[in-house]
Structure formats: structure tokens, C-alpha cells
């Protein structure tokens, strides 16, 4: 009978202590879970500031890009516009140095 006893105490601290293990894998799987978890959060806020600089700064080029475009179009008219009134003025200049 004392034999059944210790080998009754002796299974019931191998389940108490396999169900203990049991316990402290479950909260260290939850905290590694967790841990996780805020990494990918941490990564996914990453790339989106990273996509949101990037597009900022995107923005931005074109923008100046399309002011450089306007100003190089406005000069060019205005090149144009000169080289008309100068054209203009010769002929003008001619047609009253011309014998009549």
C-alpha cells in the first residue's frame, strides 16, 4: 500500500508539474506572440511612412518639374513673340528705306 501511495504522490507532481510547464510554454508562446506581432505593427508603419515620404517627395518633383515646364514654355513664347516683333520692325524699316 505504500508503494501505491508514493507512486500516486510521485504522478500527481509529474502532473502538476507538466501541467506548470505547460502553463509557462503557453505564456512564453504569448509573449513571443505578442512580441511578434508589435514588430510587424512597427513594419508595417515603416513602409507606410517610407510610401508616404516617397509620394511627398514625388509631389513635390513634379511640381516643380511642371513650374520649370510653364517657365521654359512662357520663355520660349515670349523668344518667339520678340523674334515676330523684330522681324516685323525690319520690314517695317525696309519698306520705308525702299526707294518709292
Known amino acids: 500500500m505504500r508503494d501505491?501511495?508514493?507512486?500516486?504522490?510521485?504522478?500527481?507532481?509529474r502532473v502538476e508539474k507538466r501541467v506548470a510547464e505547460e502553463a509557462d510554454q503557453?505564456?512564453?508562446?504569448q509573449v513571443r506572440k505578442k512580441a511578434y506581432l508589435a514588430r510587424e505593427e512597427a513594419i508595417e508603419k515603416a513602409l507606410i511612412a517610407r510610401?508616404?515620404?516617397?509620394?511627398?517627395?514625388?509631389?513635390?518633383?513634379?511640381?516643380g518639374q511642371s513650374a520649370k515646364d510653364q517657365a521654359r514654355r512662357e520663355a520660349s513664347v515670349a523668344k518667339e513673340q520678340a523674334i515676330a516683333e523684330a522681324q516685323e520692325a525690319r520690314k517695317l524699316k525696309a519698306k520705308k528705306q525702299s526707294p518709292q
Open 4 to 13: 501505491q501511495e508514493e507512486q500516486s504522490l510521485k504522478e500527481a507532481r
Open 51 to 63: 510610401k508616404t515620404k516617397r509620394t511627398e517627395k514625388q509631389t513635390a518633383e513634379e511640381i
Open 26 to 29: 503557453l505564456a512564453k508562446d
